[in-house]
Nanobody, 122 residues
Framework: VQLVESGGGLVQAGGSLRLSCAAS????????TGWHRQAPGKQRELVAV???????NYADSVKGRFTISRDNAKNTVYLQMNSLKPEDTAVYSC?????????????????WGQGTQVTVSS
């Protein structure tokens, strides 16, 4: 599975950005796709995740402001970010969780994109 993010950039506080994560390869084994972020000097944190069944989950810090969605026809997951705050500044990375099941059992794999910088100015 290959993941390519796009859509990052510089925006003023209160503004919006939409990130895209385009997947290719063995995408039919993807069970969940998530957006993570890492700010300088901080640990990486999960921002939002969407499962293959369409269920979503968000970090408390972004609930009500960010929306994760997907377009199956384009094999793309989006993160719409509204009401951005300076503390949202980070490198945002897309992650795909893949589960492959055989007669011997199931194996789980994680794939990551290269990341895209989001900078929110005050």
């Amino acid at each position: 599975v290959q993941l390519v993010e796009s859509g990052g950039g510089l925006v003023q506080a209160g503004g919006s950005l939409r990130l895209s994560c385009a997947a290719s390869g063995s995408i039919f084994n993807i069970v969940a796709t998530g957006w993570h972020r890492q700010a300088p000097g901080k640990q990486r944190e999960l921002v939002a995740v969407i499962t293959s069944g369409g269920s979503t989950n968000y970090a408390d810090s972004v609930k009500g402001r960010f929306t994760i969605s997907r377009d199956n026809a384009k094999n793309t997951v989006y993160l719409q970010m509204n009401s951005l705050k300076p503390e949202d500044t980070a490198v945002y990375s897309c992650n795909a969780e893949v589960v492959i099941t055989t007669i011997e059992g199931s194996s789980r794999y994680d794939y990551w994109g290269q990341g895209t910088q989001v900078t929110v100015s005050s």
